[in-house]
Structure formats: C-alpha cells, structure tokens
C-alpha cells in the first residue's frame, strides 16, 4: 500500500471537501481500481467518509451542500464564468439559476452596472443585489435547504412574467447522444422555463459535464443558443455542436460569440 498516495489523496480532499472516484484517478494519474484500493484504509480509520462514486472529508459534513459543491471543479467553474461575463453587456437582463457554475458568474459579474436579474438562488441574489445599480429579482416557490434556491410551480410562474436576453443555466451532464441533462426534475422545469424566456440560452459546463448521464431531460442540444467551457470539448460533441449550430466560447476562441453580438438585448 503506497502511503504516499494515500497522503496525496487525503491533500485533495482536504482541498476540494470531497472527489469522486475518477477524480481522484485522473489527478493521481492512476486506475479507479487503484483508488479504490488506496481509500479503503482511510474509509476503515475515519479519516474519510464514503459517498456513491466517491469520498469525502469528514471535517466538512457540516457545511452546507451548496458551499461543498461550489469547491469542486473550482478553477474550472471559474474559467467558465469569466468567459460567460464576456457576453454580458452593462444594463443586460439576464436570468441565473441555482448551480454552482452559475454562483461564480455572479461574482464574475461584480464589475457589470444595471444588470436586470431574475433567479431562484438566495446566494446568487446575494452576490449581485444592492451593486452598481443592479435589479435582482428573487421566485417565489418551496426554498431548498440544500441550496438556498426556491422551485415550485410560484417559482415557475414568476419566471414567466420576464423576458431576458439571456438565460445562463448549469446541468448535470451533456450525454453522448447530445442531450442536456439533470439530477433532479424541479431542476430541470425551472431551466426549461428560463429558456423559453431568454432571447439566447447558453449552457455552462465545464469540460467533466461532457459524456455524464443524468436521469432527466432538460432538451436537446439544438435548443440552446450556445455552451461556455473552460477548454477544449471532446471532438465528437464539438462536431455536434457545429451541426446544430450551437456557438461555443472556449478560451482558445473567446472572441467567436462576440464577433456576431447581438446588440437589441430584450429587456423588461
């Protein structure tokens, strides 16, 4: 048993507060079943605690869910936000939901006056509420302990009441097949709504969301106006991509969206 890897996994998890499985065996540049072997110890001594695909800190249990998630991927989630700030214009209307790619757009939008924003996250109305001249409207609905965001048939009814030029949604996963998809359905109704809203629709997902499964459909990939990553997409999804002419904004190619901005944003 390498006690060397085991120090290295623990480093990690010290870090980010939990990793999964095949996190943990890419940054160690190992196999899952190596992972595995190396974590048990740790699991039996307490010095870890094991989640489905994964473990986790025992020193973080009590913080809460959405601050545990908001440090996975971190740089990563970062990386998109800035891009995604790049396509917003002072006095844009924009509506964000409740991920955790899309708490960090908020705090990438510090800089951006007279933002018109419509979300269900207490954290993200937070984060831009009271700043520059900024309107931040919060849904009503059924608020979520796990995330400080509010569903419900109220949050979806308050949403439609706004048109936006842009709906910036996170999801759990874009599938082989070139579907958008999520974890949980009240999700997955509140994107789908934000959509139908929004004049451009753009998905922020960092490049571990590519080929992840999720059991519920939010869309087809044709139906968004575009995706921000952090890096290069697999080529397979970036030929989907051009096929149904969804725009990408990576950082080898920042300036791609902007070229053709649209300038006659929808407002209120």
């Not at 974590?39 to 809460?64: C, N, T, W, Y």
């Amino acid at each position: 048993m390498s006690y060397k890897r085991q120090f290295e996994i623990m480093q990690a998890l010290r870090e980010a507060g939990r990793y999964s499985i095949s996190g943990l065996a890419e940054r160690l540049g190992v196999s899952s079943e190596t992972v595995r072997r190396s974590i048990k110890p740790l699991i039996e001594s307490g010095q870890a605690l094991r989640f489905h695909g994964g473990i986790l800190d025992p020193g973080r249990v009590d913080e809460p869910p959405f601050r545990r998630r908001m440090k996975i991927n971190r740089e990563e989630k970062r990386a998109v936000a800035a891009l995604a700030a790049g396509l917003v214009r002072d006095g844009d209307s924009l509506i964000l939901d409740n991920g955790t790619t899309t708490a960090y757009l908020a705090e990438a939008l510090a800089g951006h006056s007279r933002l018109v924003v419509v979300t269900n996250s207490a954290e993200i109305a937070c984060r831009l509420a009271a700043r520059n001249g900024n309107r931040v409207f919060m849904t009503g609905g059924e608020l979520s302990g796990d995330n400080a965001a509010a569903f419900g048939p109220a949050s979806l009814d308050f949403l439609r009441q706004f048109e936006v030029r842009f709906a910036f949604v996170s999801v759990g996963g874009i599938t082989a097949r070139g579907d958008l998809v999520d974890f949980h359905l009240f999700e997955a109704e509140f994107a789908r709504v934000a959509m139908a809203q929004a004049k451009e629709c753009w998905i922020l997902a960092d490049r571990s969301k590519f080929g992840r499964d999720a059991p519920v459909r939010i869309c087809e990939l044709g139906d968004v106006h575009g995706i921000v990553c952090e890096g290069d997409m697999p080529a397979e999804f970036d030929r989907r991509c051009r096929e149904a002419e969804v725009r990408l904004v990576l950082p080898q190619r920042p300036d791609e969206a902007l070229a053709d901005e649209v300038t006659d944003g929808v407002g209120l």
